[in-house]
Every structure is written in C-alpha cells, then in structure tokens.
C-alpha cells in the first residue's frame, strides 16, 4: 500500500512545504523555521503514510452457514413461529438476499457448488458421498476458502463436510486451516467426530454436536 501511494503522498508533502515556505515568517511557527526542506518531506511523507494505512478498508469477517433441510419459513425473520433470535439479527443487521438458485438440491453437490461455483457433475461430484465412497471433490479445483488464504484469511470448516473422508479430501486439503466435525452426513453409520484429519470419536454423541460447533465457532471467531 504505501509502496502504490509513495509519489502521492510525497507531492503532498512537498505541496505543504511549499505554503509553508510561502507564508509571513512572522505567520510561521518558530519551529519551523528551525526545519531543513529534507527533513520536513521524510517527516510529513512518514506521518501521512501511517495515515493512509490506517484508514485503508478492513477486510470483512465472512461466516457462511449452510443448513441441511431448512426450509424458507423455518427462521423468524422469513415469518416463522420458531424462535431464531440470533439467525434474526444476523438479518437485521446484515443484508438480506430473498432469492438464490443452488447448483443442487442434495448434501454433496450442493456443497461443491458452493465451494467451486461450478455445477458439481463438472467437479466430479454427481451424487451424495457415503462412507464407502474413496473419492470426493476433483482434487483440482480452486476452493472459496483457497482464494480467501490468498488474501490473509485465516479459515475453518465446523460441521458436516461431505466432499469425501479420506485425507487428500478432508477440509484441510481443501484451503481449511482447521476442521471439526462429521466428514459425512450424521445419520451415516459410523459418524465419526474429527479434529482435522484425526478421528477423535469412533461414534459421536449428537446430543453434544450443537453445543461442541457453537463452542468450536466461537473460540475461531475470538482468536482470528
């Protein structure tokens, strides 16, 4: 950034000086008279980079949540009687899209779709993966969270994955930092829990899921 807005900033200091040097003496703070041209620039050209940078946009926090089986009407702020107070002020104090197409209806290819932004038969992902299956998502592809590292992100997958279960498929492969989580659906027998690429539960206790994500999303949230 400052490399991009050196000659900027250095014209403005130099423009400075100029006015400066153009004022009464007697208009001029003593302190600056005592200051050489050279020096002046170096001080000014510093100060206003640090400027600059700090008023360079931040980039955004991004926290995408797919949900299985939701339904439109199934959170308040669609007009649901089931209370969703946080889903709701996510809405509230976000942007709100009413309509969107998904590249499938089912759990596996509507993921690869949304990772990839291709139609998943082109990402070698037709049908939904079950725990026999030794394949996933064409290993050669550029991934959402891939393009996001590129740009400083730090990024973690909670939850189910279902883009295939052996290591070169796992979220960590896939421009994951970390991942916590049933590789597959949980109703998939077994429905082994996961911290990165190590089973840390044979068979998970899903009465436990919601609260472990929430505890694991949060903990990312705060140290990131």
Known sequence: MQLRFAPIIHRAAEALWIILEELPMRAQPSAITQVT?????AASTTLLAQAAQRNRPQRPNVILILCDDLGYADIGCNGSS??????DR????GSRFTSCNTANP????SRAGLLTGRYPTRVQVPRVFFPRDTTGLALDEVT???VL????YKTKCVGKWHLGHTAEYLPTAR????Y???PYSNDMKPAVLMRDTKVIAQEADQTQLVPQYTKESQAFIEAN
Request: one cysteine or more; charged letters at 20%; aromatic letters at 10%.
């Open 90 to 93: 996510l809405a509230q104090e």
């Open 37 to 41: 041209r050279r020096g002046f620039m």
């Open 106 to 109: 089912v759990c596996s290819p």
């Open 149 to 152: 590292k590129t740009q400083g």
């Open 175 to 178: 421009g994951f930092d970390e």
């Open 144 to 146: 959402l969270p891939q």
């Open 180 to 182: 916590f989580g049933i």
């Open 82 to 87: 089931i209370p969703t107070p946080n889903i």
